[in-house]
């Protein structure tokens, strides 16, 4: 269960149910993080803002993927649970792709790519060789897709955040999924 209270849209505060009622038309329901975090209009802004904004030169594919990867880093069950959903669903992702995605690849191999630089990028931290930025650039990102995969990561580390500290509920939806996490090996 939830350690803060999952709202409705009509619980929400005034300033987050507009936000709130676009994800009802986008996705047909809300999801739970939004949910969760429309307690506070400004984080939800953010969050949603920043979702909206970044990675759309990576496509909806390469982020989902980045998404899903980031999720198994962190441990992040409910992550892990919706952008498997979601890139099964609404991005046409393979069982088999987001499999590989969790440990940093995938069967394409221009986002294989991008997905064994992003996972160098969220297990170090960001403490990556110029080597790793170098083998992501000759894969045929440029210098603007690059800083899109880190901030993709980023965004990963934010929702994450959100949600392994909240312990949020997985949306009945998604599939109950659980990440490979160690926290004793994460230390």
Do not use: W
């Not at 099964?88 to 069982?95: A, I, P, V």
């Not at 992003?118 to 297990?123: H, I």
């Not at 170098?134 to 994450?160: C, K, M, P, Y």
Request: net charge negative; hydrophobic share 40%; with cysteine.
């Amino acid at each position: 269960m939830a350690r803060l209270a999952i709202p409705t849209i009509d619980q929400a505060p005034a300033k987050s149910q507009p936000i709130l009622q676009n994800y009802v038309k986008a996705l047909g329901m809300v999801p739970n993080l939004f949910a969760l975090i429309s307690q506070s209009p400004d984080a939800l802004k953010a969050l949603t803002d920043m979702h909206a904004t970044l990675g759309k030169s990576l496509g909806h594919q390469t982020r989902e993927r980045i998404q899903v990867m980031t999720a198994e880093v962190n441990g992040c069950d409910y992550c892990l649970s919706a952008h498997t959903h979601l890139g099964g669903k609404l991005n046409g992702l393979t069982t088999e792709d987001m499999a590989l995605n969790r440990t940093g690849h995938s069967t394409d191999p221009k986002a294989d790519a991008a997905l064994q630089f992003a996972y160098k990028v969220a297990r170090s931290r960001g403490h990556v060789a110029t080597a790793d930025v170098e083998a992501v650039r000759a894969a045929g990102f440029s210098d603007a897709q690059i800083v899109d995969i880190v901030a993709e990561v980023g965004l990963g580390f934010i929702t994450n955040l959100f949600n392994n500290t909240f312990d949020t509920d997985i949306d009945a939806s998604f599939p109950p999924l659980k990440t490979r996490y160690d926290e004793k090996a994460a230390a």
